[in-house]
């Protein structure tokens, strides 16, 4: 994608240079913002008076001595410092757009304008810089922007403003400028930038693979923990179809995706017993090593016993890809992982696992009270949660047992809770609504049986009363997805493409939010991996639909 956009104009206080209200400590913050707004500092903004005059303006409208508001002003300014973060990027754009122009433009006074060049921004990296007491005009007067633009060259809709007043922005945007403005909802300005200059869609793609097997998940409250799961990095899987980017931990104990880092202690006793098992599965990436006796000691000693013995021929998925944790240290497999593992692996793996039918008949008879599938492989563990009942009938439907009658009570039970709208709240194990809505979707598409399809067409309008509510990153993800997936106009849910796009970050990748979590505390589990992946799919299907 080539951008259209010729040239950056950035604002300096509050954009390119931070300061510190606290230490102006002359003038009381209301005594400050009294000054700021007076006619005597547009003044001298435009020049028309020189600092000291304004200072003695200042100080009768004040009723102080014009020496402390001297200070005062003096103080402010030398609290400036660069926005670093900023800066960095601004060199990075100037580095991949070497004919892309930079300018400054700002409200301030020639003495104070002096004063900041000695702060350290890199000044020579921009074209010009228009300071309102050296121009004799101010923000947000518009012949100020007409001058820029002017002395820019460039036409005002390739120009990007940059700035931290929304009448500045107003008034650029009135030029035909494309305007940001710089507030508290939009921190990252780098990355809206970014999106702005470079294609989003080959950011994400080159953040997957950049950060390829380091997708762990992240569990809100617990920064100390690196989540290593098999579901998120089954779900990556299944929808960027590269196998290179995630890690797995299969059934029977084999591993997927080991950096050659994290393989060192392999010993060869390890490595002939299980060789034998190797042979059969595709072989590319495809390791062994013993972990846990150093990821499992917060919970206890590992037990790899926990994992591998999985019954049904080791075609049972665990969610842990290492020792569980926040729970249990022996922890069972289950539906959901399960599922989405049939679901996710690609047509040439399947011949390398269990038997689906094997699986599924283990599904179909672990029923609760109600004769609806359950969640865990465990007597111990009796939980019934309406996204997994989804998952394993969409496993029924895609090898074509959709038609089961032992699934019959599972379906109703899903067309229960979409018609009544019972995850609204989310449940024990899947933290907002957006979850089951993604899950049902995908089902609604797969499902070869119409029937079934005409029960869940209520997905549609669940979706849509879902449109514009304010939500994380990841549900927000999975919500494009699922309104992509049933054609909902994209009109309907522009805005919420345009909020997820802002939240883009500087790197590439979307920030972890979350979609599930830890059933024993509630902790919210998201993965940055995950997320982007589905900003890949959904930025496919807006370019494909362009």
Request: hydrophobic content about 40%; overall charge negative.
């Amino acid at each position: 994608m080539v951008s259209k956009f010729k040239a950056l104009v950035f604002d300096l206080g509050g954009v390119l240079l931070k300061w510190d209200r606290y230490s102006v400590n002359a003038l009381s913050p209301e005594e400050f913002l009294t000054i700021m707004n007076s006619t005597t500092w547009h003044s001298l903004d435009r020049g028309d008076v020189t600092l000291k005059e304004a200072c003695k303006d200042f100080g009768d409208i004040l009723d102080a001595d014009p020496s402390v508001v001297e200070t005062a002003m003096d103080q402010a300014q030398l609290s400036l410092r660069p926005n670093i973060a900023l800066v960095q990027t601004i060199r990075n754009i100037k580095t991949s757009n070497p004919d892309l122009k930079l300018y400054v433009m700002s409200n301030i006074s020639r003495e104070h304008f002096e004063m900041a060049q000695s702060v350290d921004l890199p000044w020579s990296i921009f074209d010009k810089a228009f300071a309102s007491g050296v121009e004799g005009m101010r923000k947000p007067d518009l012949c100020f922007f007409q001058h820029v633009i002017k002395e820019s060259g460039v036409h005002p809709s390739e120009i990007i403003m940059i700035d931290d007043t929304a009448e500045n922005v107003c008034a650029a945007r009135s030029q035909g400028m494309h305007a940001i403005l710089v507030d508290k909802s939009l921190p990252n300005v780098g990355g809206t930038l970014l999106n702005l200059l470079q294609d989003p869609l080959q950011r994400a793609k080159l953040f997957l693979e950049d950060n390829a097997r380091n997708h762990h998940c992240v569990i809100e409250g617990h920064k100390e923990i690196i989540l290593k799961d098999n579901f998120a990095q089954l779900m990556i899987w299944e929808l960027s179809d590269d196998q290179d980017i995630i890690y797995l931990k299969w059934p029977d104990g084999k591993l997927h995706g080991i950096h050659p880092s994290e393989n060192g202690h392999l010993n060869g006793h390890l490595n002939g017993h299980l060789n034998g098992h190797l042979n059969g599965h595709p072989t590319v990436h495809l390791n062994v090593h013993l972990n846990g006796h150093s990821n499992g000691q917060a919970n206890g000693d590992f037990n790899d016993n926990a994992f591998v013995a999985s019954d049904v021929k080791n075609g049972l998925w665990n969610y842990f890809y290492e020792a569980p944790v926040l729970t249990t240290r022996e922890f069972p497999p289950d539906a959901d992982t399960t599922s989405t593992a049939y679901l996710s692996l690609p047509e040439r793996y399947l011949s390398t696992v269990p038997e689906v039918h094997l699986v599924l008949e283990k599904m179909a008879t672990n029923v609760d009270l109600d004769g609806i599938m359950q969640t865990y492989f465990d007597p111990t563990r009796p939980r019934t949660t309406p996204e997994v009942c989804c998952n394993i009938l969409r496993v029924f439907h895609k090898f074509g047992f959709g038609s089961d009658a032992r699934a019959k009570k599972t379906e109703d039970y899903v067309v229960s809770c979409l018609n009544n709208n019972a995850c609204l709240n989310g449940n024990r194990h899947y933290s907002t609504p957006e979850a089951f809505l993604y899950f049902v979707a995908r089902l609604y598409v797969e499902t070869r049986r119409e029937s079934l399809r005409k029960r869940l067409n209520a997905i549609k309008v669940q979706l849509q009363e879902r449109i514009n509510v304010p939500t994380n990153p990841l549900a927000l993800a999975l919500r494009l997805f699922a309104c992509q997936s049933v054609d909902i106009d994209s009109k309907l849910y522009k805005k919420d493409l345009e909020t997820f796009m802002s939240l883009q970050d500087e790197d590439g990748g979307w920030p972890a939010g979350h979609f599930c979590c830890i059933g024993r505390t509630g902790a919210r589990i998201g993965n940055r991996g995950l997320t982007t992946a589905l900003a890949v799919r959904v930025l496919q299907r807006e370019k494909r639909d362009s």
